[in-house]
Nanobody
């Protein structure tokens, strides 16, 4: 059974930083892609960023480029999302996700709340 557990959410003022962690258990993701999604109130869940652990390639949605950094620790089976220069529009529940061998986002964490206030 694959489990993803997020931690590190909270409240911060505009321009502040938060660091989210996602601990994976039950399967190593060293050959697959891990990522972060978010869902704001009244909106659909949207992709934020991903990392391919096999090669370390990363990809970000335009609105977070230059502010967010995703990284992986293979030894700890953990993915980290460093969020800087936070904006009110970053307020959402953030979900860690992992891809299956088919390349679909089949594994999800329970989510962690991020609130950015002005």
């Amino acid at each position: 059974q694959v489990q993803l557990v997020e931690s590190g959410g909270g409240s911060v003022q505009v321009g502040g930083s938060l660091r989210l962690s996602c601990a994976a258990s039950g399967r190593t993701f060293t050959r697959y892609t891990m990522g972060w999604f978010r869902q704001a109130p009244g909106k659909e869940r949207e992709f934020v960023c991903r990392i391919s652990w096999s090669g370390g390639n990363t990809y970000y949605r335009d609105s977070v480029k230059g502010r967010f950094t995703i990284s992986g620790d293979n030894a700890k089976n953990t993915v980290v999302l460093q969020m800087n220069s936070l904006k009110p529009e970053d307020t959402a529940i953030y979900y860690c996700a992992g891809q299956s061998r088919l390349g679909t986002w089949d594994y999800w964490g329970q989510g962690t709340q991020v609130t950015v206030s002005s």
